[in-house]
């Protein structure tokens, strides 16, 4: 038997991102991936009560944004009950209310960051419990060095946030970075995709977890400044988030096909 040849690189499969024909081939992409991930967030158990919101930018009106309805519940999620909201916080497409306290917030980091295209906000519950610790993530591990020095700490707490100037706010703490963990709220995340604004905030939960594990259990040693950086320029940008998210997106969109109903 002769020695099996290499197949060429050109000729393997490695998925990208796609590239759309028109604005409302993206449009429709844009709304499936984002019913998905918050199929994905009841998954994982993100859903509490009517809390929490993914939304995403409409690639046309740039201004408005398709958001999850209030009081539907994640698990149940079809492209059909997504609602598109304008900046001002009005419905303007879909049969449902918007969550006017998370839309605050969102609207703003929007208005702040036209480079972001998602933005994800839920109460995990690690993303809770070091948010009341008042604490930033620290590099005690490969994979939140995708963080390190692109996140930052909202220190304050007012309450339910359902003004703009507490949204303006937290959108000038968020800057240009991938997260902000709001003090006593929980965590947001965003990104140029919904694929990886939505990894971000998977990936962050979990961080969120070991690193409160880790200081239960003892005193985590802490990774270099020169080697969080270096992990960082790795496996911090979107498209690295992006790439990470397609085996979870792959999953739910089997085992769940009549959310794009």
């Not at 909201?85 to 303007?92: F, H």
């Not at 295209?117 to 994979?143: K, M």
């Not at 400044?225 to 792959?250: C, F, K, M, S």
Request: proline share 6%; hydrophobic share 40%; charged share 20%.
């Amino acid at each position: 038997m002769p020695e099996p040849t290499p197949i060429p690189i050109e000729q393997l499969q490695f998925a990208m991102p796609p590239r759309h024909t028109g604005v409302e081939e993206e449009r429709r992409h844009r709304k499936e991936r984002l019913t998905a991930a918050l199929r994905l967030f009841a998954r994982y158990g993100f859903e509490e009560g009517v809390s929490g919101h993914i939304t995403v930018r409409d690639p046309e009106f740039t201004d408005c944004f398709w958001a999850n309805p209030f009081g539907v519940s994640f698990a149940l999620m079809t492209v059909g009950d997504l609602i598109l909201v304008n900046g001002e916080g009005k419905v303007v497409e879909g049969r449902h209310h918007v969550n006017q306290a998370a839309f605050t917030i969102h609207a703003q980091v929007h208005r702040a960051r036209p480079d972001v295209v998602a933005v994800a906000h839920s109460h995990s519950t690690y993303g809770r419990a070091l948010a009341a610790l008042g604490e930033p993530l620290d590099p005690i591990t490969q994979d939140v060095c995708a963080f390190y020095e692109d996140h930052t700490l909202y220190d304050a707490y007012t309450g339910v946030v359902v003004d703009e100037e507490e949204g303006r706010r937290i959108a000038a703490v968020l800057g240009p970075h991938k997260a902000v963990i709001l003090r006593n709220h929980g965590l947001l995340t965003v990104a140029d995709s919904v694929d990886a604004a939505a990894w971000w905030f998977l990936a962050m939960e979990r961080c969120c977890q070991v690193q409160l594990a880790a200081k239960a259990a003892g005193k985590p040693v802490l990774i270099s400044h020169q080697d969080a950086v270096r992990t960082r320029e790795q496996l911090g940008n979107d498209l690295v988030a992006w790439i990470n998210y397609q085996p979870l997106y792959q999953q739910i969109a089997r085992s769940e096909p009549e959310m794009f109903g």
